[in-house]
């Protein structure tokens, strides 16, 4: 079975900075996706970033980016230039190629953007 | 474009009742997919539907059903409902192939408490 692990529970940074948030996980699969999907407070679930595990480069969506080593199973997010407007939840998932869906998320990491 | 649509968004139930979630997708999407979020356990997958057909399911009893209609609209029924089915429930919809294969498009939820 799939698993996604994000080790930091909530993180601050302030505004303007930057800031990476961690995920790992494991699988025994070749051909997956990896995504990291954002939830604001009381607000819904949004797609950030997509990254393809069969592209070597790192996929990047304006000030986020990340960094994913596929042979360390790490894909981490960065966020540039932080604006109190990515205060929210950050989930990285898995999907398998054939998956239709199904992913598995990791527990979360609470982002706090400080002015 | 009108977004994917949750009814109804809060409820109330009593153990060993059972309960209906609908959710209508974004105009297009044939894939709808079913999450359960609660603290203890993060987003657990339910199970997923395309055409009409559930091409995917999670670990959850069988109590836990779902359906969808001819016209991508999809409801999930949980019977015998137990204490630890309070949770907030996720729809998400997506086209389900092409390039953009796992983008999910989340709903705001349906918020249960079974007391």
């Known amino acids: 079975a799939q698993t996604v692990t994000q080790s930091q529970p909530e993180m601050s940074v302030q505004e303007a900075e930057t800031v990476t948030l961690s995920c790992t996980y494991d699988t025994s699969e070749n051909n997956y996706y990896l995504f990291w999907y954002k939830q604001p407070p009381s607000r819904q679930m949004i797609l950030v970033i997509r990254q393809e595990a069969y592209k070597q480069q790192n996929a990047t969506e304006n000030r986020f980016s990340v960094n994913f080593q596929k042979a360390a199973k790490s894909f981490s997010l960065k966020i540039s230039d932080s604006q109190l407007g990515d205060t929210a939840m950050y989930f990285c998932?898995?999907?398998?190629?054939?998956?239709?869906?199904?992913?598995?998320f990791g527990s979360g990491t609470k982002l706090n953007v400080k002015p | 474009k009108a977004g994917v649509t949750q009814t109804p968004r809060y409820l109330i139930k009593t153990r060993g009742q059972q309960v209906t979630l609908s959710c209508s997708p974004i105009s297009g999407h044939r894939s709808v997919s079913w999450y359960q979020q609660t603290p203890g356990q993060g987003l657990q997958f339910l199970f997923e539907?395309?055409?009409?057909?559930?091409?995917n399911k999670g670990n959850f009893p069988g109590r836990f059903s779902g359906r969808q209609f001819s016209n991508s609209r999809s409801e999930m029924n949980v019977s015998t409902l137990e204490l630890g089915d309070s949770a907030l429930y996720l729809c998400?919809?997506?086209?389900?192939?092409?390039?953009?294969?796992?983008?999910?498009?989340f709903g705001e939820g349906s918020r249960l408490t079974v007391l």
């Open positions: 998932a898995f999907m398998g190629q054939n998956n239709f869906n199904k992913f598995y």
């Open positions: 998400a919809s997506s086209r389900g192939t092409g390039e953009k294969t796992g983008e999910l498009f």
């Open positions: 539907y395309f055409s009409e057909t559930q091409r």
